[in-house]
Nanobody, 129 residues
Framework: HVQLVESGGGLVQPGGSLNLPCAAI????????MGWFRQAPGKEREGVAA????????????AKDRFVIAKAIDAYSHNRYNLILLMNNLRPEDTAMYYC???????????????????WGQGTQVTVS
């Protein structure tokens, strides 16, 4: 069993920055790819950024040159895997609920397609205003 816990959301002014950590707890050795998705009111969920098992990253056009995704094994706990989304130069259109997700597929590619992900966090709200 795997639990994903996001944090770091909040209210920020346009042009500001936020960091969104995601703690993956449990059987994290099966988490081959991880990603961040977001959903704004009245809109479909969309992929923002993803990273595969080898550290290769994929970004949506809206995130390129502004967001950075990275993952690391927690130094204090071998069963805790951390993912982070660094967001800079935020815009009002970035306002959404942001979700951390994990793909346990052996041949996952770190895609931005939400149906490929098996585990999801509860989400953290980001408001840019």
């Amino acid at each position: 069993h795997v639990q994903l816990v996001e944090s770091g959301g909040g209210l920020v002014q346009p042009g500001g920055s936020l960091n969104l950590p995601c703690a993956a707890i449990g059987k994290t050795n099966v988490l081959n790819c991880m990603g961040w998705f977001r959903q704004a009111p009245g809109k479909e969920r969309e992929g923002v950024a993803a990273v595969d098992a080898d550290g290769r990253t994929t970004y949506a056009d809206v995130a390129k040159d502004r967001f950075v995704i990275a993952k690391a094994i927690d130094a204090y706990s071998h069963n805790r895997y951390n993912l982070i989304l660094l967001m800079n130069n935020l815009r009002p259109e970035d306002t959404a609920m942001y979700y951390c997700a994990a793909d346990t597929g052996r041949y996952c590619t770190g895609s931005l397609l939400d149906y490929q992900y098996d585990y999801w966090g509860q989400g953290t709200q980001v408001t840019v205003s």
